[in-house]
């Protein structure tokens, strides 16, 4: 494809979110808490390194593509203290919850949880990627998003750095060939 002019890849910037799926605990790598803080490369976080990516990108283009990061329970509340060493920074991110499912006893078949007003943290799990679409509903990030003409959205994991906004598919989303559709 060839590359559209820069005023043009700004518009098309322009409709676009880059969501990072954030609701994974880093226990597997040796880490507690989410594993968007473990370092990864000369002290800098998943976190870090894709806060860079998204700032390069809007630096680049002149542009303003929002961050937005799924947390589950487990890790939105340390995320959150995270995201505050961002606040200088030319990014908006955006936060949602993921939903949380009771856990199945696998000999009763029952619910774990025997209240919602006060269960315990191993009583729920969070279910994953498939909660994405109702989760940012539910969220109204997407509506804000909508509003803002925004009608694309790039999802990888946050631990998945060579995920990244690629501009010729962006394109053939946005100007797809003459006689096809999106």
């Known amino acids: 494809l060839p590359n559209p002019p820069d005023n043009t ?4 910037l322009s409709k676009l979110v880059v969501v990072k799926l954030n609701g994974g605990l880093g226990t597997s790598m040796g880490c507690q808490g989410p594993k968007s803080a473990i370092p ?12 860079q990516q998204i700032e390069y990108l809007n630096k680049t283009y002149d ?11 487990n890790t939105d509340e340390d995320t959150n203290k995270i995201l505050r060493k961002y606040k200088g920074f030319n990014l908006q991110i955006f936060t949602f919850l993921q939903s949380r ?6 000999e ?15 009583d ?7 909660d994405f679409y109702e989760s940012f509903v539910n969220s109204g990030l997407a509506e ?9 959205v790039f999802i990888s994991n946050i631990d998945n750095l ?12 946005l100007n797809p060939p003459e006689g096809e559709k999106p």
């Open 40 to 51: 990864v490369r000369n002290d800098l976080t998943f976190l870090d390194l894709t806060v």
């Open 162 to 173: 060579g995920a990244t906004v690629d501009l010729n598919i962006l394109n053939c989303l």
């Open 63 to 73: 542009c303003k593509v929002p961050l937005v990061l799924m947390n589950s329970f």
């Open 108 to 122: 009763t078949l029952m619910p774990i949880p025997t209240s919602l007003t006060n269960p315990g943290v191993e």
């Open 124 to 130: 729920f799990y969070p279910p994953g990627h498939g």
């Open 101 to 106: 499912y009771p856990r199945i006893n696998k």
């Open 9 to 12: 890849l700004k518009d098309m």
């Open 144 to 152: 804000h998003f909508l509003k803002e003409g925004r009608e694309y």
